[in-house]
C-alpha cells in the first residue's frame, strides 16, 4: 500500500515550478500588457481567433504556459516539437497527424518551443500547413525572430514580446507557492518578507529561477521546536550563491553601479573599470544588459579615435552570448580593459545629437535637385540629377557639389578630435573642405 500511495502522490515529487504550473489566465502572472483585461491576445483567445504566433522573450517568463493554456482554452490538441530531438521526417508525422485531426474538427496547436534553433528545413516544412489551417504554431524564442526565423513564416505569423517578469510579480508567484496545496501549503514555513524581496530579485525576471531557489531554500530549512520550518539568510544566501542581496536591477543602485563602470572607462581607469563590470556581475546582472553598454560606449566616448573599439565590444557581445556566464566574464573584462585604455572622442555623439537637434527644430528640407534620383524621364525634364558629379570620374575623387539643403548649406555637425587615429581624419576632412572651398563652381 505504501508503494501505491507513493506513485499516487508523484505530483508531489514534480519540481515546484512544474506544479504551480498555472491552467487558466487568471493564475498566470505577469504579461498584463498582453493578457490584461480588454488587451490584444486576450481578446484573440476569449474570441477563439488564434492564428500561428511567435512568443518571444526571456527564459521563465511564461512562454510555454501560455501556449498550454490558449490550446486548453481553445480546446486545440497541443503538441510538443522540438528542434534538438526531432527532424524532418517527424515534422511531417506530425502534419500528417494534424491534417486528420482538421478533418475531423479538431485543431492542433503544435508549440515549438526555442524555434529559433530550427534550421531553415525545419521552418520550410512549417509553412504550407500553417497555411492551409493545419496547425496553429506557436513558436518560443528568446532570439530577435527577425534574424532568426524565415522571413516567409515570419510573415505568417503574429509577433508578440513577453517582458520579463517584474519583481513584484515574482513576489506574488513565491507567496502562492507558500500558500498553494500545489506548492508548501500544507507545510508550516517561516522565511522574511525580506527574503522573499532577494529571491525575486535574484530571478532577474524568470520565474522558474524564482521557484527553484524557493524550493532549495525549503528543502534546506531548519525545522524549530514547533515544527515550523525556518528558513534563514545564511541558507537563502548559499542557495542563490551571491554575496550580495542588495543588487536591485531596476532601482537606484542599477543605476550607480553603471553609472560608475562608464565613467571609469571613461576617465581611462581600467581598475575601477573592472571592479564595477565585476560588482555587478556578482549581483546577478545580466552579462547582456553589460555589453550592450559597452557597444553603446565604444561609439559614444571612443568612436573614430579608435574605431576597433567597436568590433571589440561587439564580439564579447557575441561571446557572451555564445557562453553565457561565468566563462564570459574574461570577454567582458577584455572589452571593458580594452576601452578603457583606448583614445576617447565624443565627437560622433556630438555631431549625431547636433544634427537631431537640427532635424526636430528645423523644417523638413528637400533634397537638392542635383542629387535626386531621375529613374523616369519626367523627372530628368524637371531637373532631378541635373548637375549631379560622380566623384569617382574626378582625378581627386572629390567634387565641390552641394549634398546639404540650403538652408544647412555649411553647417558642421562633425568636429573631428586630435585624439589617437581621429587625428588623421581630421586632418583629412580639413583637407577635403580646403579642397571645396578653393574648387567652388
Known sequence: ??????????????????????D????????KHLIGEGKILRRLIEKD???????????????????????????????EYSAVSSGIKEIKEVMVQAEQNRKMGIRTLLFADEIHRFNKAQQDAFLPFVEKGSIIL????TENPSFELNSALLSRCKVFILKALQE?????????????????????????DAHLSAIARFANGDARTALNTLEMAVSNGRMDESAVLCVDGEVLEQCMNRRSLLYDKNGEEHYNLISALHKSMRNSDPDAAVYWMCRMLDGGENPLYIA????????????????????????????????GMPECDVHLTHAVVYLAMAPKSNALYQACEACKKDVRELPAQAVPLQICNAPTSLMKELNYGKGYIYAHDTEEKLSSMQCLPDALT????YQPTEQGQEKQVRDRLEEILQWKNENKS
Open 138 to 141: 506557436v513558436g518560443a524564442t
Open 1 to 22: 500500500m505504501e508503494q501505491l500511495s507513493l506513485f499516487d502522490n508523484r505530483e508531489k515529487l514534480a519540481p515546484l515550478a512544474s506544479r504551480l504550473r498555472p
Open 292 to 323: 550592450r553598454r559597452l557597444v553603446r560606449f565604444a561609439s559614444e566616448d571612443v568612436g573614430m579615435a579608435d574605431s576597433n573599439a567597436l568590433q571589440v565590444t561587439v564580439a564579447a557581445y557575441q561571446a557572451c552570448h555564445f557562453l
Open 168 to 192: 513584484a510579480d515574482i513576489k506574488e508567484l513565491l507567496v502562492y507557492a507558500l500558500k498553494s496545496p500545489k506548492g508548501f501549503g500544507d507545510m508550516k514555513i517561516s522565511i522574511k
Open 49 to 79: 481567433q488564434i492564428s500561428s504566433m511567435i512568443f518571444w522573450g526571456p527564459p521563465g517568463v511564461g512562454k510555454t504556459t501560455l501556449a498550454r493554456i490558449i490550446a486548453q482554452q481553445t480546446r486545440a490538441e497541443f503538441v
Open 410 to 413: 555649411g553647417r558642421r555637425y
Open 24 to 31: 487558466n489566465l487568471r493564475e498566470y502572472v505577469g504579461q
